[in-house]
């Protein structure tokens, strides 16, 4: 992962809104919650390529980065607002995509896709020739 994709992913991360984490947690729910044993195969590839190419270090410290935005002590007001379910949810697809980032160079294109795509749903540029599902347009009482 490029220095500069990792700074792109952060600070899209960062400039996420209660809405921008509901998609993330939806696109969760898409493409990983029914698809979990291929998920968690894939996120077990991509983590023993990442200690295989003695990434393990810089990949904690990223995986850190993260963990400050979305729960930590300099959480981000979406992140906080959208805190228990959905938030976990979308935590889980901004880990995952950010593994596939990592270890990119090290996994097949099939691993990456599985870890990318449920962020890719808020984040599309992570699988670009992938368009984003159509999202559920909720009812708002005016």
Request: aromatic share 10%; glycine share 8%.
């Amino acid at each position: 992962m490029s220095q500069k994709e990792r700074e792109r992913f952060l600070r899209e991360l960062g400039t996420f809104s209660a809405a921008g984490v509901e998609r993330a947690a939806w696109g969760w729910n898409q493409h990983a919650a029914g698809e979990l044993d291929s998920y968690r195969e894939a996120e077990r590839a991509a983590l023993r390529a990442i200690e295989k190419a003695d990434r393990g270090p810089a990949w904690d410290e990223f995986r850190r980065s993260i963990f400050d935005m979305t729960e930590g002590r300099k959480a981000l007001v979406a992140w906080k607002y959208e805190h228990g379910e959905t938030g976990h949810k979308a935590e889980s697809a901004a880990f995952g995509a950010a593994l596939a980032l990592f270890a990119r160079r090290h996994i097949t294109g099939d691993q990456f896709a599985t870890l990318a795509r449920p962020m890719d749903e808020a984040l599309p540029w992570l699988l670009p020739k992938e368009p984003p599902h159509p999202y559920p347009v909720r009812d708002r009482e005016v």
